[in-house]
C-alpha cells in the first residue's frame, strides 16, 4: 500500500476511536447511578422520591398538622396580642431607662453646677475701678464707669463700628459695664485702662476696644462678648 493511503486510513480511525469507545463508558456511568438509586439499608434518610416512577410528582409537602394549635383562632390572636403588647411595654421601658441613665450620666455634676453662677458685691468696688473675677474657667471684666465714661461711650456714632452696637444694648446698668475678658481675635485676656480709646487693649496682636468694650481698633472682629447677667439687688451682681 503506499504511504498516502496508509496516512489517510490511520487519521480516519484516530477520528472514530472516541466514539468506538464511547458504549462502555456511558454503561458504566449507568451502571454507577443505578447503583446510587439504590437505599443503603443502613441510611436513615427517607427519600420522598423512592419508590416513585418517572412520571410520579417530586412534590411531597410535609404535614404540619401536628404543630397546629388546637385553641380557637380569637384565643389564639389574643395570645398574639398579649405578647406582643408586653414585649412592646418592657422594651420601652429598657429603652427610656437606658436614654435616662446616659442624660443623668452627662449632665454637669453639683460642683460644675456650682460654678455656673458667681455672685459679687458691687459695693466693693469704687467708681472708675475695673475688677476681674473668674467664671466658668474665663475672666469677667467689671467696670465701675464714671459719668465722663459712659457718656464717651454713648457720644459713638455706632454707624462707624466694626461691630455696630449701641452703649445701651450692651449693659443693663450704664455705671456697671460687665464683659467676657477674652479678645475676640485669637482668645487672649486684653488689659484694662490701655489702648488709644480708654478701655481694653490686647497686646498680642493690638486690638483696641473702648470704654464699652467694642473694637475700635486691629485684628478683633468683635465686641468683646457680654454675658448672661442680673442684679437681683442695688448692690449684687450675678453672672451665669
Ligand atoms: S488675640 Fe487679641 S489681638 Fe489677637
Same mark, same amino acid.
Given at each position: 500500500?503506499? +504511504? %498516502?493511503?496508509?496516512?489517510?486510513?490511520?487519521?480516519? /480511525?484516530? !477520528? #472514530?476511536? +472516541? %466514539?468506538?469507545?464511547?458504549?462502555?463508558?456511558?454503561? /458504566?456511568? !449507568? #451502571?454507577?447511578?443505578?447503583?446510587?438509586?439504590e437505599v443503603s439499608p443502613t441510611s436513615s434518610f427517607d427519600s420522598p422520591f423512592r419508590g416513585l416512577g418517572a412520571s410520579s410528582s417530586t412534590m411531597k409537602i410535609p404535614d404540619f398538622g401536628h404543630y397546629k394549635s388546637n385553641r380557637s383562632q380569637d384565643?389564639?390572636?389574643?395570645?398574639?396580642?398579649?405578647?406582643?403588647?408586653?414585649?412592646?411595654?418592657?422594651?420601652?421601658?429598657?429603652?427610656?431607662?437606658?436614654?435616662?441613665?446616659?442624660?443623668?450620666?452627662?449632665?454637669?455634676?453639683?460642683?460644675?453646677?456650682?460654678?455656673?453662677?458667681?455672685?459679687?458685691?458691687?459695693?466693693?468696688?469704687?467708681?472708675?475701678?475695673?475688677v476681674i473675677i473668674k467664671w466658668r474657667g474665663k475672666p469677667v471684666f467689671i467696670r465701675h464707669r464714671t459719668p465722663d465714661e459712659i457718656e464717651e461711650a454713648n457720644s459713638v456714632n455706632v454707624q462707624s463700628l466694626r461691630d455696630p452696637q449701641a452703649d445701651v444694648d450692651r449693659v443693663k446698668r450704664p455705671e456697671w459695664l460687665i464683659m467676657i475678658g477674652v479678645c475676640t481675635h485669637l482668645g487672649c485676656v486684653p488689659i484694662g485702662e490701655a489702648g488709644d480709646y480708654g478701655g481694653w487693649f490686647c497686646p498680642?496682636?493690638?486690638?483696641?476696644?473702648?470704654?464699652?468694650?467694642?473694637?475700635?481698633?486691629?485684628?478683633?472682629p468683635l465686641n468683646l462678648e457680654v454675658p448672661e447677667y442680673d442684679f437681683p439687688a442695688d448692690d449684687q451682681l450675678i453672672i451665669g
Open positions: 500500500m503506499p +504511504p %498516502l493511503t496508509s496516512n489517510a486510513l490511520r487519521t480516519c /480511525v484516530r !477520528q #472514530q476511536l +472516541p %466514539l468506538l469507545r464511547s458504549p462502555p463508558v456511558i454503561a /458504566v456511568q !449507568q #451502571q454507577r447511578r443505578g447503583k446510587s438509586d384565643s389564639n390572636k389574643v395570645f398574639s396580642y398579649f405578647m406582643a403588647g408586653t414585649l412592646g411595654v418592657l422594651s420601652a421601658a429598657g429603652a427610656k431607662a437606658t436614654i435616662q441613665d446616659f442624660l443623668v450620666n452627662m449632665s454637669a455634676s453639683a460642683d460644675i453646677l456650682a460654678m455656673a453662677k458667681v455672685e459679687v458685691d458691687l459695693s466693693a468696688i469704687p467708681e472708675g475701678k475695673n498680642c496682636h493690638g486690638s483696641h476696644y473702648d470704654i464699652s468694650g467694642r473694637v475700635r481698633r486691629g485684628p478683633a
